[in-house]
């Protein structure tokens, strides 16, 4: 390397990668994974999903679209860092407003260029998620041993409740819609909208933009909502959202809540986490992937209908489709590894997805998901 390395991963079995730093300067303790997406990097880095990882971007360019504050899905980046294989170059797009290495240090995040994304990729493929330390010094003083000491040491993610933190302090409504041509957010709202009670275990800004899209009057609740705080909204459906974390960890306090709405006639649908803390309620378990899943490119099967969806994808559990009760039927797929990606309870009007169908990055097979949430309070209503 020509110039003087001012960034270095370490991961937990001792491998170093050193690299040109940029961003904020500091170090942090996460696990990696890699995501496959070739458009979308703000919006990744901006998903509260996640919490306590780096991310690898198996794309190379990374940066040249610049960041706009409409692309943001939260108010601040959550991901700890992240790794590409060139460094970032200076923006070519009509919507940046700033470039990404300046974006990055104002927000506090740490990036890693100029390593070989090909072989940390397969690495994480073939040993799983590795905890890894990532440090940023201008002057390139890194101590390795004590880097790698730290990411050996990192408990990591299994038993990890991470929706608390990231969830909305109070509760607040949501009006704007998705984005639309040229250049600015609707409302999509009908004369009647629906009141939907969206529960925040870490929810992206275009979920919400697609509930109201799809007629949702919404009201965002903390994470630690409970069944009688949700139903004192009077919400003709529940939305569950996606998050960060260890499913089982959240489900402490969500699955209680969960299972005092399931006996009322409420359409729930949810979303990632809200997918498996669904799950947990119904009395299924979860379980931590080798890798996960990453990426904007992920085939989904349809199994009540054989379509395939390619869908959007950011998780690192997954539901047991093995402990599935009786009356809760699978309906998703992955055509990755067989693995579980959708629900739905056979008599109530309940399902969910592992998958992010709101996309932002990603495809749009997946939007009529929305549209049979709003179908099924229309149904409520019509008695």
Not at 254 to 267: E, K, N, S
Not at 304 to 320: L, P, Q, R, W
Request: hydrophobic share 40%; charged share 20%.
């Amino acid at each position: 390397m020509a110039n003087k390395p001012t960034a270095c991963l370490a991961l937990g079995d001792g491998t170093v990668f050193y690299g040109q730093g940029f961003g904020a300067a500091g170090e942090v303790v996460a696990e990696l994974v890699f995501n496959t997406a070739m458009t979308g990097y703000q919006e990744i880095m901006t998903d509260p999903s996640y919490a306590a990882q780096v991310v690898t971007f198996t794309f190379p360019h990374i940066g040249n679209t610049g960041v706009t504050s409409q692309d943001d899905e939260s108010a601040d980046p959550v991901a700890a860092g992240i790794v590409v294989r060139w460094d970032p170059t200076e923006p070519s797009n009509w919507r940046a407003s700033s470039d990404l290495v300046s974006w990055m240090e104002r927000r506090g995040r740490i990036g890693i260029g100029g390593l070989d994304t090909r072989r940390l990729t397969r690495a994480i493929r073939q040993q799983g998620a590795p905890h890894v330390v990532l440090s940023h010094d201008p002057e390139g003083r890194f101590d390795v041993a004590a880097m790698v000491a730290r990411a050996r040491s990192w408990p990591g993610l299994v038993g990890l409740d991470l929706a608390r933190e990231v969830s909305c302090a109070q509760s607040y409504r949501w009006t704007e819609g998705v984005w639309e041509w040229p250049g600015h957010f609707g409302t999509g709202r009908p004369d009647r909208p629906f009141r939907v009670v969206a529960v925040d275990y870490g929810a992206k800004r275009n979920i919400l933009r697609s509930l109201a899209h799809a007629g949702a009057e919404v009201t965002v609740l903390p994470a630690t909502a409970t069944a009688d705080e949700i139903l004192a909204h009077e919400p003709e459906g529940v939305f569950l959202s996606n998050g960060p974390g260890d499913p089982a960890a959240t489900g402490d306090y969500a699955v209680p809540m969960i299972q005092g709405l399931l006996g009322r006639d409420l359409p729930i649908f949810g979303i990632c986490l809200g997918h498996q803390m669904l799950a947990l309620a119904l009395g299924a378990r979860t379980v931590k992937m080798s890798h996960g899943h990453h990426g904007a490119n992920h085939p989904v099967r349809n199994v009540e209908t054989g379509k395939v969806e390619i869908t959007s994808m950011n998780h690192g559990f997954a539901v047991d489709s093995q402990t599935l009760p009786e009356g809760v039927l699978e309906t998703h797929v992955s055509l990755f590894d067989g693995s579980n990606c959708g629900l739905r309870v056979m008599d109530r009007p309940v399902f969910s997805v592992q998958y992010h169908p709101e996309a932002s990055p990603g495809p749009q097979d997946s939007t009529y998901l929305f549209d049979r949430f709003a179908q099924a309070m229309r149904d409520r209503r019509a008695g």
